[in-house]
């Protein structure tokens, strides 16, 4: 049995257990992180403890931990699981209070942590690509923060599962956003683009790690909307997430893109990535 973490504790995942009136469960009040645990270490900890405190700001909620706090329950939580490949989820919602939509006054915020062994993508995934569909992005207009309310996520993820794909790349007002859990890329004519940060899209960890990577080997990239007419004729399409990592897309709607094989540029990218994980590891 998984060991969890819930408001100061360490204890079995079907001990744990939470009030009827968390606002988390009663109104999706909260916000989280998934944060990918290489070889017993939390990868880009710092980033996700940053990430972490912008979407509190964002719901206005207090971060009811330093960050050398979290480093320590995080690093307990992974060892209480046996290290090694792990994706580690947290969640803080504004805790337990009459329902009301109003926020409520003094209240602690409900904290928990679980990490589970990391899946990594099947093989498959990197030899052939995936499957992604469009569809229109019907999510609200704070996609910054990483609120745990992912209804519209969910419904857009259960779209391209149920048309065979893996992934639904969302679509606003005629431009690619992001993947439904995902950062989505286009290459160009040997350019990568990818939607600027705004409140259309969440600031993933790896899409920072990506942009990075590419200036540091001098591969032109550039934070610029995608249209979906310039998508539909990319060369490449690639997502990314602290669980997935890169992934190539070689089918969009039914469409062959580029030569209908994993992009040679998303492999230089993929190399660059599992050569910094081995680096930072
Ligand atoms: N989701 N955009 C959305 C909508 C996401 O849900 C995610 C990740 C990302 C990628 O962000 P990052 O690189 O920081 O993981 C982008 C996580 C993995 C999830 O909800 O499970």
Same mark, same amino acid.
């Given at each position: 049995?998984?060991?969890?973490?819930?408001?100061?504790?360490?204890?079995?995942?079907?001990?744990?257990?939470?009030?009827?009136?968390?606002?988390?469960?009663?109104?999706?009040?909260?916000?989280?992180?998934?944060?990918?645990?290489?070889?017993?270490?939390?990868? %880009?900890?710092?980033?996700?403890?940053?990430?972490?405190?912008?979407? %509190?700001?964002? !719901? @206005?909620?207090?971060?009811?931990?330093?960050?050398?706090?979290?480093?320590?329950?995080?690093? *307990?939580?992974?060892?209480?699981?046996?290290?090694?490949? $792990?994706?580690?989820?947290?969640? !803080?919602?504004?805790?337990?209070?009459?329902?009301?939509? %109003?926020?409520?006054?003094?209240?602690?915020?409900?904290?928990?942590?679980?990490?589970?062994?990391?899946?990594?993508?099947?093989?498959?995934?990197?030899?052939?690509?995936?499957?992604?569909?469009?569809?229109?992005?019907? @999510?609200?207009?704070?996609?910054? &923060?990483?609120?745990?309310?992912?209804?519209?996520?969910?419904?857009? *993820?259960?779209?391209?599962?149920?048309?065979?794909? $893996?992934?639904?790349?969302?679509?606003?007002?005629?431009?690619?956003?992001?993947?439904?859990?995902?950062?989505?890329?286009?290459? &160009?004519?040997? !350019?990568?683009?990818?939607?600027?940060?705004?409140?259309?899209?969440?600031?993933?960890?790896?899409?920072?790690?990506?942009?990075?990577?590419?200036?540091?080997?001098?591969?032109?990239?550039?934070?610029?909307?995608?249209?979906?007419?310039?998508?539909?004729?990319?060369?490449?399409?690639?997502?990314?997430?602290?669980?997935?990592?890169?992934?190539? !897309?070689?089918?969009?709607?039914?469409?062959?893109?580029?030569?209908?094989?994993?992009?040679? &540029?998303? $492999?230089?990218?993929?190399?660059?990535?599992? $050569?910094?994980?081995?680096?930072?590891?």
């Amino acid at each position: 049995m998984a060991i969890v973490y819930l408001n100061g504790e360490f204890l079995p995942a079907d001990k744990a257990q939470v009030s009827v009136f968390d606002r988390g469960y009663l109104l999706g009040d909260g916000v989280y992180e998934v944060i990918p645990v290489y070889a017993g270490n939390a990868f %880009l900890l710092d980033r996700h403890l940053q990430r972490l405190q912008n979407s %509190l700001d964002g !719901v @206005r909620m207090t971060n009811p931990f330093s960050n050398e706090t979290w480093t320590n329950i995080i690093n *307990k939580l992974i060892a209480h699981n046996n290290g090694g490949d $792990q994706s580690l989820y947290l969640q !803080v919602t504004r805790g337990v209070a009459p329902r009301d939509h %109003l926020f409520p006054a003094d209240t602690a915020p409900s904290v928990y942590m679980m990490s589970n062994p990391l899946q990594p993508v099947a093989e498959s995934w990197k030899i052939e690509g995936i499957k992604a569909i469009t569809t229109a992005d019907i @999510r609200w207009m704070r996609c910054d &923060i990483k609120a745990i309310t992912l209804l519209a996520n969910s419904m857009m *993820k259960q779209l391209a599962h149920d048309a065979g794909a $893996q992934e639904a790349l969302l679509v606003r007002d005629g431009f690619l956003t992001e993947g439904s859990a995902s950062n989505a890329y286009a290459v &160009i004519d040997g !350019v990568i683009f990818t939607a600027p940060k705004d409140e259309k899209v969440l600031p993933g960890i790896t899409r920072d790690l990506v942009i990075e990577l590419a200036a540091k080997a001098d591969m032109p990239l550039h934070e610029r909307a995608i249209s979906v007419s310039a998508l539909r004729g990319a060369d490449e399409i690639w997502i990314s997430s602290s669980t997935k990592e890169v992934v190539p !897309v070689t089918l969009l709607d039914g469409e062959i893109v580029g030569t209908g094989k994993p992009g040679a &540029i998303w $492999q230089q990218m993929d190399t660059l990535f599992q $050569q910094y994980k081995q680096e930072v590891a």
